[in-house]
């Protein structure tokens, strides 16, 4: 009977310090992960920051546009964008709302994300750069439709890295925000808008899609 007796609390205590080991090593893989998706926003941040500074001294001196250099910076933000989108994607899905520090995660992207779209606009004007820039329109209630859209963009988006997609949910309570629907007349979720000029909304197969980002300059895939 001792021997049962001892038994069953040698087995208590290791489940019991079992269970807290992994209370403890969820919270900190959790708080790691959070770190994570704060340093790349910051260095998106760096790098936005970095980008407009030189671009505006370079006009304030009256210079020559190094053109070839800014087209290849708008790429590297692009790609920094895309990474910080999939991290910032698998934390909502592994905390998300019940994180108090996932709200002020997504205002900080999403602001960054639209002055990579403002500066990446700059440079196509200025340099005729032969890229295409869509802001994608989603929000929380939209399901299948904006899923579909998603996969799509997605999908073209590998063709040809000269697409560059910024994502922004609509719903997010930011001046931004309303400042931009209000500029394209966002009245329909999802929404695209292409070149910063044309604003495209229903679509729902792969050759909608197409046809709208072909709209402008022409992917490698049109």
Known sequence: MKKSLKT?????????????LGIFLGMNFETSKTSYVETHYEELKRMVSNSELEFYFIQIMQA???CD??????????????????????YENSRGFSDPNWLGLKHDYTLSLVKNWIFVEKIRGECNANYTT?????????????ED??????????????????????DLDLQIMNLLK???????????????????VNLSSREEVKTAVCSSNGMNFC
């Not at 087995?11 to 019991?16: D, E, K, L, R, V």
């Not at 869509?134 to 904006?146: H, K, P």
């Not at 859209?149 to 609509?170: G, P």
């Open 8 to 20: 069953h609390l040698i087995t208590f205590t290791i489940t019991t310090f079992v269970f807290f």
């Open 69 to 90: 250099y800014f087209i290849e910076e708008s790429y590297k933000l692009t790609k920094e964008s895309d990474a910080l989108a999939i991290k910032l994607s698998d």
């Open 182 to 200: 209000g500029a394209f007349n966002i009245t329909m979720i999802p929404s695209l808008v292409v070149n910063g000029d044309e604003k495209f």
């Open 134 to 146: 869509i802001i994608y329109f989603y929000d929380t209630e939209c399901a299948g439709a904006c």
């Open 149 to 170: 859209l998603s996969f799509y963009l997605s999908y073209y988006k590998k063709k040809d890295k000269r697409l560059m997609v910024y994502a922004l949910q609509s």
């Open 64 to 66: 020559n546009m190094p």
